[in-house]
T-cell receptor, first 110, second 113 residues
Framework: GENVEQHPSTLSVQEGDSAVIKCTYSDSASNYFPWYKQELGKGPQLIIDIRSNVGEKKDQRIAVTLNKTAKHFSLHITETQPEDSAVYFCAASILNDMRFGAGTRLTVKP | NAGVTQTPKFQVLKTGQSMTLQCAQDMNHEYMSWYRQDPGMGLRLIHYSVGAGITDQGEVPNGYNVSRSTTEDFPLRLLSAAPSQTSVYFC????????????FGQGTRLTVV
């Protein structure tokens, strides 16, 4: 089955700096790559996703890039704010199977 | 629009006890699933359902049962709780399995002592 690795497990940045979280996947047939944000005490919520026919997608301060050849994708958050502090999960989906990364705890220091 | 509702939010069980975690969604999604979240291990799929009357096992099904009698409800049963089942449990729903946004409930933090 699909295996998703996520790095780093923790990330601390100063407010205003950029944050980058990277994920790799094992199955080249995976074609959907969502990113979820989990705030304290809440369930994960989709923040951005990308499909395999697209190399990059942006939504205001967040962007996701996909390198199908290398089988990795990344989440980029620019101009970080304290409210970006959360746990972020990547996932890779192939047909009817979605696998999640282990998560990254992002802390934005004011 | 409530989305996905899970109850209870917190639960403490003694080893050997049984209980049911409730999950309901009001988005008319066919696909529903249960995950457990453990530190450093992300979200692991326990059981899932592609529609009323149809359930199947995920990655870590041992010690859990599910049923899906209606489109809206998907309860998770712990048959005989063990300390290894201490975890945070999330119910999720989506239009299809994979390749689409999953909507998660707020989670149930379960401690087995």
């Amino acid at each position: 089955g699909e295996n998703v690795e996520q790095h780093p497990s923790t990330l601390s940045v100063q407010e205003g700096d950029s944050a980058v979280i990277k994920c790799t996947y094992s199955d080249s047939a995976s074609n959907y790559f969502p990113w979820y944000k989990q705030e304290l005490g809440k369930g994960p919520q989709l923040i951005i996703d990308i499909r395999s026919n697209v190399g990059e997608k942006k939504d205001q301060r967040i962007a996701v890039t996909l390198n199908k050849t290398a089988k990795h994708f990344s989440l980029h958050i620019t101009e970080t704010q304290p409210e970006d502090s959360a746990v972020y999960f990547c996932a890779a989906s192939i047909l009817n199977d979605m696998r999640f990364g282990a998560g990254t705890r992002l802390t934005v220091k004011p | 629009n409530a989305g996905v509702t899970q109850t209870p939010k917190f639960q403490v069980l003694k080893t050997g006890q049984s209980m049911t975690l409730q999950c309901a969604q009001d988005m008319n999604h066919e696909y529903m699933s249960w995950y457990r979240q453990d530190p450093g291990m992300g979200l692991r799929l326990i059981h899932y359902s592609v529609g009323a009357g149809i359930t199947d096992q995920g990655e870590v099904p041992n010690g859990y049962n599910v049923s899906r009698s209606t489109t809206e409800d998907f309860p998770l049963r712990l048959l005989s709780a063990a300390p290894s089942q201490t975890s945070v449990y999330f119910c999720a729903s989506s239009y299809t399995r994979g390749n689409t946004e999953a909507f998660f409930g707020q989670g149930t933090r379960l401690t087995v002592v």
